[in-house]
Each structure stands twice: as C-alpha cells, then as structure tokens.
T-cell receptor, first 106, second 114 residues
Framework: KNEVEQSPQNLTAQEGEFITINCSYS?????LHWLQQHPGGGIVSLFM???GKKKHGRLIATINIQEKHSSLHITASHPRDSAVYIC????????FGTGTSLTVIP | NAGVMQNPRHLVRRRGQEARLRCSPM?????VYWYRQLPEEGLKFMVY????????ESGMPKERFSAEFPKEGPSILRIQQVVRGDSAAYFC????????????FGPGTRLTVL
C-alpha cells in the first residue's frame, strides 16, 4: 500500500509548455513536500506546503487538504527543468511518491 | 554556509565487506535523517537521529545496518557484510533543532556492491 501516489510517472513536454504533476495521499499529514532530483542525483527541496498555494519563479505548488491532493505546476517549461519530481508527505516520517520523470524537449 | 555534506560520493564494496557512509549536517542542524533509494524505486525513510540519540529507526533493516550521530563529528550509516541488494543511493538530510519538517538534502552516496 502506497501512502503517496504520483502521476504521471513519465512526462515529455515541448519547451514552453505548461506542466502539471499530481500527487495524492491517503492519510492525514502535517505537511507535503515537493522535491526535485536532477540527473546527477542530487535532491533539492522545492516547496513545503500545509495549505493553499506557493509560488517560486516558474514553479507553483498547490494543496487541497480536504481532497488530499497536491499539484506542482511549471509554467513556460525549459529543458533545464528536466528532472524527477518527487512528492513526499510528512507523517511521523517522510513517505515518498515514486516520482515523475520530466523531460522538456527544446 | 555549506549545505549538507556526504562522503564518499561513490563507494564500491565487495560482498561481505563493510560500508561506512558519512553525513555532516548543515551548521546549526541537530536532526539527521537517512534515506535509501534503490534502483528504479522511490526514496524510503531509514532512520531519524538527533545528537547521541536514535529517534526513529523503523525504516532500518533489522540486521547489518546501524546508524549513529555522535556528539562530535558526522552521522555514520554503517552496513556490515554488504550484499548486492544493498547497492543504492543513500541520502542524508538535516533539519534545524526546532523545525523537523524542513529538511535539506545532501548529494547522496552511491554504493555499489560487486
């Protein structure tokens, strides 16, 4: 049983497209995180959310606590956005989604 | 202001050897978390430590794996008698004393067991 489900698993987009990655979770949480893992393997924390919406540059993250759902949006996508995006929920520990592999083609 | 440091970045061991992975948290952080990412799988929590204390080790395999975070020095994840299935990327994260939720990740150690 996965506490966190992400979709899609793989996503290919043309440069400039608007991208949405979805995350659903099955339990009550204190916070949800979006992480970015680059091809080199390093992990960067993008957002920590407990309600509403956050924006950082071209990245927007939203969360609906009632529906247990979060989305990560990328506007005006660029090839450097190519990475794996991972959703994680914070219960007593972190539970991770399996990630969405994004490839942005020039 | 250095981030979370992990070393080595790459580690190759033969079956039966020991692997020691080190994690130096960000300055001022006293909480350390270890995660494992198996090939083609997602990240999985292993253990959560504070200085000189193991807080939660529910994600640690029962045998061969141990972790410590001494009063001085880095946190160490130790794997004894490694097997091929231990080959994975091991990530460490740290958080400030009062903010368990906000974690900063290290670059990871890629362990390959031959």
């Amino acid at each position: 049983k996965n506490e966190v489900e992400q979709s899609p698993q793989n996503l290919t987009a043309q440069e400039g497209e608007f991208i949405t990655i979805n995350c659903s979770y099955s339990v009550g949480i204190s916070a949800l995180h979006w992480l970015q893992q680059h091809p080199g393997g390093g992990i960067v924390s993008l957002f920590m959310l407990s309600s509403g919406k956050k924006k950082h540059g071209r990245l927007i993250a939203t969360i609906n606590i009632q529906e247990k759902h979060s989305s990560l949006h990328i506007t005006a996508s660029h090839p450097r956005d190519s990475a794996v995006y991972i959703c994680a929920v914070d219960l007593d520990q972190f539970y991770f989604g399996t990630g969405t592999s994004l490839t942005v083609i020039p | 202001n250095a981030g979370v440091m992990q070393n080595p970045r790459h580690l190759v061991r033969r079956r039966g050897q020991e692997a020691r992975l080190r994690c130096s948290p960000m300055k001022g952080h006293s909480h350390v978390y270890w995660y494992r990412q198996l090939p083609e799988e997602g990240l999985k929590f292993m253990v959560y430590l504070q200085k000189e204390n193991i807080i939660d080790e529910s994600g640690m395999p029962k045998e061969r794996f141990s972790a410590e975070f001494p009063k001085e020095g880095p946190s160490i994840l130790r794997i004894q008698q490694v097997v091929r299935g231990d080959s994975a990327a091991y990530f460490c994260a740290s958080s400030p004393q009062s903010q368990k939720n906000e974690q900063f990740f290290g670059p990871g150690t890629r362990l390959t067991v031959l």
